[in-house]
């Protein structure tokens, strides 16, 4: 935001104030990328199968043992030792590669 600004002073006000307005500007934009880049970098992305883990899935297909859960719009293929009927509500509570293991939700 800062380098707007500096290049629009260096547009428009008179010599040489254009020149220290850019020349002061200028280095507090680059104090400003370090800092956005140090928020930035603390806030880690959760990503891949792990995050689902916890969560709350919706069985499409039955599992007895294996069928498929509803999760965010997609299906998943799925394993449920103790069963699971076609709308059950189950949770996802660990994976083997792409297959999500399930347990019912108790109601």
């Known amino acids: 935001m800062l380098i707007f600004l500096a290049v629009a002073l260096l547009l428009l006000l008179p010599s040489p104030w254009n020149v220290v307005a850019f020349l002061v500007l200028l280095p507090l934009w680059v104090l400003e990328l370090f800092a956005w880049n140090r928020t930035t970098k603390r806030h880690k992305k959760a ?10 899935a919706v069985v499409s297909e039955p599992c007895r043992p294996v069928g498929q859960v509803r999760l965010d719009g997609e299906i998943w293929e799925a394993r449920c030792e103790a069963g699971a009927s076609t709308g059950d509500r189950v949770r996802i509570t660990g994976r083997e590669r792409l297959t999500l293991i399930v347990e019912p939700v108790a109601s």
């Open 47 to 56: 990503v891949g199968a792990q995050t689902l883990i916890g969560r709350e």
